[in-house]
């Protein structure tokens, strides 16, 4: 672990080197896609294979500056994330695109109790986002929640 840094209620823990799929069964996950689906870049693809169910993300019509979600396989009360900050995959998202997603998803968190949520250094790989920009907003949406938010980079 990298970092661990309080901000109110909210900490903000990174990992670096290590995998984001070894995080806790427990944890709700999150990552950045476009509102096409697409997922054929980055760790997109890895959430594609390990998660499926295309049909039911695309069912739910999500617009950029929202989300869709599936219920996490075998957990309680855990979520994956699909955060929508561009409209095509061959597009790029602004940090007020990715605000209003992080938004959603906390909205959402907040709804159902979620208490860790890890992710890639969102929007920051193929994206091209700068992590401290990214990190500042992370800090910023969530000083008021409790929650552990866990950064994985490989």
């Known amino acids: 672990m990298e970092g661990l840094e309080m901000n109110g209620a ?17 944890a ?7 509102a096409d ?3 054929g870049k980055g760790i997109a693809v ?15 019509k999500a617009g950029v500056g929202g989300g869709a979600l ?27 695109t990715l605000r209003q997603s992080l938004l959603w998803m906390k909205r959402h968190a907040l709804e159902h109790h979620v208490t ?5 250094r969102i929007s920051c790989g193929l994206d091209g986002l700068h992590w401290d920009d990214v ?3 992370l800090i910023e949406l969530f000083q008021d929640m409790s ?8």
Request: hydrophobic residues 45%.
């Open 10 to 26: 909210a900490v903000i823990e990174e990992f670096d080197g290590t995998d984001l799929f070894t995080c806790d069964a427990e």
């Open 28 to 34: 709700s996950m999150c990552h950045c896609v476009s």
């Open 37 to 39: 689906l697409a997922m």
């Open 46 to 60: 890895l959430f594609k294979s390990k998660f499926g169910k295309l049909n039911e993300l695309e069912d739910q």
């Open 70 to 96: 599936l219920k996490k396989p075998g957990a309680n009360n855990a979520f994956v994330y699909y955060l929508v900050t561009k409209k095509f995959y061959w597009g790029k998202p602004t940090l007020d």
């Open 116 to 120: 860790c949520i890890a992710m890639p």
């Open 135 to 137: 990190r500042k907003m």
């Open 147 to 154: 929650i552990r938010i866990q950064v994985f980079v490989l």
